[in-house]
């Protein structure tokens, strides 16, 4: 290699290494578990210039990988229900044998198991897996696969993306353990503490930096009829379901929106740097998806309808003192759709 060609060579590390410190940057200030691994195979595909980019988990009790953030090609949506067990693949000799492996051609790899492709009509040319470590712990495997210079991996590849996994399983247990301890167990929301400081926290920096803030409250409509015609384990499950159909949505429309649950059947979602017309639009488009998501209870299917009561600054500025006047106000906005017929999203109103 002449003098010239190393160079371009060692510039080029520096740059992917340099994408790498960048995405750790990213996902490091992040400690919502979804965002920080939608945002690592996004990441991944881009440095590593891969067609796709794709994260498993083990399953501590079935000791399975299973697929859980996809990124790049048409089908891979497919691989959703895809199962393999620990030793079985590429991936699953990853996850056993706790070591990074770069695959040239897959085609002639004994271990590669053609179980994806079929499943995604995808074709895997070459691949690099490398597992995610926690100490000695395994938590699951990232894979790359397809230059898109239809060129082979090589292993200045595989040492950067090493560099990127050890790094990102650090951020992903922290955001595990940041979940397990913020995060109710039922619906998966932010318990009503945790979320209740972050909203004194962000009511204190938008005052003092002069932005916007909303906070939006819900309650189901005649939830006592759905314990009384479900009973209180249907009226868990209904909590359940439209708890992840308020946090799909919230994940959805983007932004720094935090979904929580205040207590019993009442959610409700923080959102910093949002002004009245955006919440209304959240509000709305959380109203409609519950309206229209029968929840499954017990082989039937139950409608179920929501109102939505919203507080917002600088809008209601003269009502808001503290935190709690956050709360006081959307919820008595909660009051205010009760009297308008129930099933709609108002704001805060002085009467």
């Known amino acids: 290699m002449n ?19 960048e995405v750790m940057t990213l996902i490091s200030a992040r400690l919502d578990l979804r965002q920080v691994l939608d945002t690592l195979m996004e990441k991944a595909r881009d440095v590593m210039n891969a067609e796709a980019s794709s994260l498993m988990l083990v399953d501590e009790e079935t000791q399975e990988l299973y697929f859980h953030t996809l ?30 492996v770069l695959v040239e051609d ?47 991996f090589n292993s200045t590849d595989l040492r950067i993306f090493s560099a990127l996994a050890n790094q990102a399983a650090i951020a992903i247990e922290n955001a595990r353990l940041h979940e397990l301890a913020t995060v109710d167990g039922m619906t998966g929301l932010y318990l009503k503490n945790y979320f209740l400081a972050r909203l004194e926290e962000e009511f204190r920096r938008t005052r003092q930096g002069g932005g916007q803030l909303s906070l939006i409250m819900s309650d189901i409509d005649h939830f006592k009829k759905v314990n009384t015609e479900h009973g209180h384990l249907g009226g868990d499950a209904a909590l359940i379901e439209l708890a992840h159909v308020i946090k799909d949505t919230v994940y959805e429309l983007g932004g720094d929106d935090m979904a929580g649950r205040y207590g019993g059947e009442e959610f409700c979602v923080l959102m910093p740097d ?20 029968p929840i499954p209870i017990d082989g039937k299917f139950a409608n179920i309808t929501i109102s939505i009561g919203i507080a917002s600054y600088p809008r209601h500025k003269d009502h808001l003192s503290t935190a709690e006047d956050f709360i006081r106000l959307a919820d008595e906005a909660l009051y205010i759709c009760k009297d308008a017929g129930r099933n709609c999203a108002k704001f805060y109103e002085s009467r």
């Open 274 to 293: 949002t002004g009245p017309d955006r919440a209304l639009e959240v509000a709305e488009k959380i109203r409609t998806n519950i309206e229209s998501h």
């Open 71 to 100: 990124k790049g090609g048409e089908e891979s949506e497919k691989l959703r229900d895809l199962r393999l067990k620990v030793g079985e693949g590429i991936s699953g000799w990853v996850a056993q044998e706790g070591k990074p």
């Open 106 to 152: 897959a085609s002639q790899d004994p271990r590669f198991s053609r179980k994806g492709d079929a499943k995604s009509s995808f074709v895997t040319r070459s691949m690099m897996c490398v597992p995610l470590k926690i100490s000695r712990r395994v938590l699951g495997t990232v894979q790359v696969l397809n230059k898109k210079d239809q060129q082979p």
């Open 3 to 21: 003098e010239t060609a190393r160079i371009e060579k060692l510039q080029n590390e520096n740059w992917h290494l340099y994408e790498v410190l």
